[in-house]
């Protein structure tokens, strides 16, 4: 079958395209999908490059979508031809397998997708919407009347965060490097936007002085500082990504002067960890995706041989929204 294989750690050039890749064989608890879209995200480059120490050669992908083509012992509840979707079904340091025309993927995390989502959007919404739906419910519950700050507003995840948050009544204000991109992050619902270098002293200003009460930052070392800054007392820093080089240190006194922050650094796959939280919250992000709550904006459709293209562009933060790959 046609895969793509990660031959060794390093930059996009390690991306290989095969045709003869071994086709996955459904073991006990397992299904074999295939693959009819694929969501492209930082976390591939991060296993790629070889952040997550997962061992070379592999095939990378974490997200997807398609049909069941075969199902292994032990499964119940799932049928062959059915539509799913996935989103992190391993540990984030063991390879996704998703860049393939097939991939064997745990059964008891592959989820039926409802009449109302086709294949691209639950694969170009599933993970950021249950990212957005676990840093909005559980990392910080928004609340009507919270005023929210998205740093890299006008990409995949930033969109995503804005209309969440958006949806359950809270002011959002957001970052971008372009005015173009902040046009953008307006459109997905922002209320206003300010270039890195502004983020302070706007969000100060829209605020009379009190600051946010949560930032979610996946830019890094870059922001981290002005996040803290942009907080109100006992607010909360959530640092989700360092798509702008990695935070080494916080100091914890700079915490307390900063107002007694929260600070934390989730990952999605503590938040569905269980299948009963993955369920519960994909039931609601694909409520969202189908009554138009959140929408999806497509950055780029690549084919699967072109897979190192699509690393570079994300990388280059070329793109607005979502990249995906398809079979």
Do not use: C
């Not at 002011?171 to 209320?191: P, Q, W, Y």
């Not at 919250?281 to 904006?297: H, I, K, P, S």
Request: glycine fraction near 14%.
């Amino acid at each position: 079958m046609r895969a793509v294989i990660v031959e060794s750690h390093g930059g996009p050039e390690r991306l290989r395209y095969v045709t003869d890749h071994p086709e996955p064989v459904a073991g006990p608890g397992q299904v074999v999908v295939r693959v009819a879209v694929i969501g492209v995200n930082f976390i591939d480059l991060a296993h790629r490059s070889g952040g997550f120490g997962v061992p070379a050669p592999f095939v990378p992908g974490v997200e997807g979508s398609g049909t069941i083509a075969s199902i292994g012992p032990g499964v119940d509840g799932l049928t062959v031809g059915g539509r799913v979707a996935w989103a992190m079904p391993i540990p984030v340091n063991r390879a996704g397998g998703g860049y393939a025309e097939s991939v064997a993927l745990p059964a008891d995390r592959v989820l039926p997708l409802p009449t109302t989502v086709d294949e691209q959007t639950a694969a170009a919404g599933l993970m950021h919407g249950l990212t957005a739906h676990y840093l909005t419910e559980s990392v910080h519950s928004v609340a009507e009347g919270d005023v929210v700050l998205v740093h890299a507003a006008a990409g995949g995840l930033g969109q995503t965060l804005v209309q969440v948050a958006r949806s359950r009544g809270a002011t959002v204000l957001g970052t971008a490097s372009t005015a173009r991109k902040r046009r953008e992050a307006v459109a997905a619902g922002a209320h206003a936007m300010f270039d890195y270098a502004d983020v302070v002293e706007g969000v100060h200003r829209h605020t009379d002085g009190l600051g946010a009460n949560v930032v979610y930052d996946g830019v890094g070392a870059p922001t981290i500082m002005d996040s803290l800054d942009s907080l109100r007392a006992r607010g909360t820093l959530a640092l989700i990504g360092t798509a702008g080089g990695p935070v080494t240190a916080v100091d914890p006194m700079r915490l307390l002067t900063a107002g007694s922050i929260t600070f934390v650094r989730p990952g999605l796959p503590d938040y569905i960890a269980t299948g009963t939280e993955l369920r519960d919250r994909a039931r609601e992000v694909f409520a969202w995706l189908g009554d138009g709550t959140l929408t999806t904006r497509i950055g780029g459709r690549y084919p699967l041989s072109e897979a190192a293209r699509a690393h570079r562009d994300l990388a280059d933060r070329r793109t607005h929204g979502k990249l995906l790959l398809t079979v």
